[in-house]
């Protein structure tokens, strides 16, 4: 998988591809909402497949080998389920992501991360194929949705009521401004509150939101992160996820990326956030 700043990234296979025993993965996408690099990625290999949103960096300097401790973070983290995919990890998809942090903790000690400094974080979902079931989990504002027989949404709206909470303060000193964004990146860390942020914080509380079923009850899985979801979050494109899925198949991940940035360029298209434009990851997934 090749990530290029700016520009759309396919999956780097055939459109659509076997993987592990169960799973297809259809069309795959991600694009960066600004001049800034892109800290979204999507991928899948063997059992695995997710997305990723790397939470913006907090500092203008970074203490990891990469061009931002975010990029670090998500680089990272896409390696490891890169090779857990590939040694065809069929465990829980929640005992996953709390491996990763774990192994993140312990990557970032290794490499002196100092001790005073906010550590990168994200959000992310993923999806195990057990072979007959299939296994989802997120942490952070990623979504997943299934369509089928069993429908389900694994998302949630706290990020979106903080932000927009932290955006109507409209603090007007600097010193304040980045003091707010640490304490809140803080809570979301370690306060062990209904949601959580990934990463490897000596103190993290990881707080997965699941769901399981049988491949044979599936139509559609997509997973996606916040920039992709404000379809129904923030422009309410569509008035449900349910909704979405149909153009999803028929008219392909890029027709409804178009619709979001075109939202994004109208006049208060920013939806309430910090950024206008958001970087966007998302990929389909359905029975073999």
Known sequence: MRHDRGRYVRASLVDVMRVGQAMKVGEAITSAGGMRANEDRVGHRGTLAWVIDGATDLYDDTALPADSDVQWLVDHLAERLTQAGAGNYQGGAAALLTSLADDVARKQTALSFPVSRVPPACSIAVCVDQG???????????????????????????????????????????????????????????SGDVESIFSGHPNRQLRPHTAAGEWTHVDCILLCTDGFARLVTDYEIYRSWAQVIPDARDRGLHYLEKLIRDAESEPGGSGGRFKRADDIAALLLTAN
């Not at 990623?142 to 932290?166: C, H, I, K, N, W």
């Not at 007007?172 to 401004?177: G, L």
């Open 132 to 190: 007959i079931g299939y296994d989802l989990a997120r942490i952070g504002d990623a979504t997943a949705v299934v369509q089928g027989v069993q429908p389900v949404v694994l998302s949630t709206g706290y990020f979106d009521r903080r932000e927009a909470a932290a955006v109507a303060t409209n603090e007007a000193e600097a010193d304040r401004v980045i003091a707010a964004m640490h304490q809140r990146r803080l809570h979301t860390m370690t």
